[in-house]
């Protein structure tokens, strides 16, 4: 009886150690993963490697990219500290079909670049966040310039850094415009 009782312990305690390994294994996997995902292959699946832009952040806005234009001229009159500080030229530039634009960060003194373009039936507008910039401007003294890179959104930025700059974006830029043009926040999800 005793020693029918000591296999039966025997046995359970080999499928207890199996168990465990598993377990660890499996941990190790995930944690493997997550890693990889976090350092690499989230660039690879979030970006489309074709276009003008092919990195960048975007949303379709169902409003005409006139509309868009409107309310980000609208946003910046009543925000002008969006604006970049002694420009020479102005913020927006237009080619063809496309519209970008230039944004302000005052509390990291940088520049953001979105872009506009209507979709192909024109009654939509995919709105593009690209790039972050140092602010840099003819004022600025040659022994303050900090010859920094641009940064593209979904590209040079890390997991945890990239999403931080998006949800500030959405915070600080596209909130708002959403916000004058009168659309259900369902975008920003």
């Known amino acids: 009886m005793l020693i029918v ?4 312990l025997i046995q359970q305690s080999k499928k207890w150690l199996i168990m465990r ?12 993963a997550f890693l990889i995902w976090t350092t690499y292959l989230w660039k690879f699946f979030k970006s489309s ?15 005409k990219q006139e509309e868009v234009i409107r309310a980000i001229i609208e946003l910046i009159k009543e925000y002008p500290e969006l604006e970049p500080p002694n420009k020479r030229v102005s913020s ?4 063809r079909y496309w519209y970008l634009e230039n944004f302000h960060y005052s509390d990291t003194d940088e520049d953001v670049e979105i872009y506009l373009r209507p979709t192909q039936d024109s009654s939509n507008t995919l709105f593009g966040f690209t790039t972050v910039k140092q602010h840099v401007d003819s004022f600025t003294q040659f022994n303050k310039l900090v010859f920094v890179p641009n940064k593209d959104i979904n590209r040079d930025y890390g997991y945890f850094e990239n999403k931080r700059q ?24």
């Not at 009782?5 to 039966?8: A, P, Q, T």
């Not at 998006?166 to 999800?189: V, Y």
């Open 49 to 63: 490697f074709a276009g003008s832009y092919p990195t960048s952040e975007t949303w379709v806005i169902p409003k």
């Open 5 to 8: 009782h000591h296999r039966k």
């Open 21 to 32: 390994k598993f377990v660890l294994v499996l941990i190790g996997v995930i944690i493997t």
């Open 92 to 95: 927006y530039r237009t080619y």
């Open 166 to 189: 998006i949800k500030k974006f959405k915070e600080k830029i596209l909130k708002p415009i959403i916000l004058k043009l009168n659309i259900k926040n369902e975008i920003l999800s």
